[in-house]
């Protein structure tokens, strides 16, 4: 079975904090994706990556960064976390092109910014 | 513009009857479809992908059609359980880069 795992489940942070959510794969996945879901909205694109050290913006990109050192690892960076960001944050990874796109999701990260 | 719409009203029914559920989408030309549960404060779990040249496809007490015509796809659960409570998401291939879009879900309540 595919396991995405994230560093935290609950994290509370403060207004102009960096924050670095984690994201680890062990399927060998090319893909993975970071989305931030929130109510009546649903899942939104921040960004993805297709390889190591490649990344692309997704839908909401603004105040969000990555990084992809390792395959298995994709980290999503608030450089100065805003209230606004406050938000159930999930890593996904899927296979490279040729697949379905299925895609495996984490547990999620709820990020709280006060 | 281009959308998915999936009714956002909860779906509420009785255990043993059949739910389903739909999702729309407008100004995409998906290759293929698929449907995730997701239940609070957890991650989606893929259940079933459907291609465009595929009617119907089934597992278990799921039934999923796909009509490109109609732009549409009907999600199905049998004999429902109280179990199967859980918000249902609808997501398709968007153009480049496999990316999916996903619908924002309609959530269903199997009452005993």
């Known amino acids: 079975d595919v396991k995405v795992t994230q560093s935290s489940r609950y994290l509370v942070k403060r207004t102009g904090e960096k924050v670095f959510l984690e994201c680890v794969q062990d399927m060998d996945h090319e893909n993975m994706f970071w989305y931030r879901q929130d109510p009546g909205l649903g899942l939104r694109l921040i960004y993805f990556s297709y390889d190591v050290k490649m990344k692309e913006k997704g839908d909401i990109p603004e105040g969000y960064s990555v990084s992809r050192e390792k395959k298995e690892r994709f980290s999503l960076i608030l450089e100065s976390a805003s209230t606004n960001q406050t938000s159930m944050y999930l890593c996904?990874?899927?296979?490279?092109?040729?697949?379905?796109?299925?895609?495996?999701f984490g547990p999620g990260t709820r990020l709280t910014v006060l | 513009s281009q959308k998915i719409e999936q009714n956002s009203e909860a779906l509420n029914i009785q255990e043993g009857k059949t739910a389903t559920l739909t999702c729309n989408y407008t100004?995409?030309?998906?290759?293929?479809l698929q449907w995730y549960r997701q239940d609070p404060g957890r991650g989606p779990v893929f259940l079933l992908l459907?291609?465009?040249?595929?009617k119907e496809k089934r597992k278990e007490r799921l039934k999923v059609t796909f009509d490109t015509t109609l732009k549409q796809s009907l999600f199905h659960i049998t004999a429902s359980q109280p179990a199967d409570s859980a918000t249902y998401l609808c997501a398709l291939d968007a153009t480049g880069f496999q990316k999916l879009v996903f619908g924002t879900g309609t959530r269903l309540l199997v009452s005993p």
């Open positions: 100004n995409y030309s998906p290759a293929y």
């Open positions: 996904a990874s899927s296979l490279a092109a040729g697949g379905t796109d299925t895609q495996y």
């Open positions: 459907i291609r465009e040249n595929e």
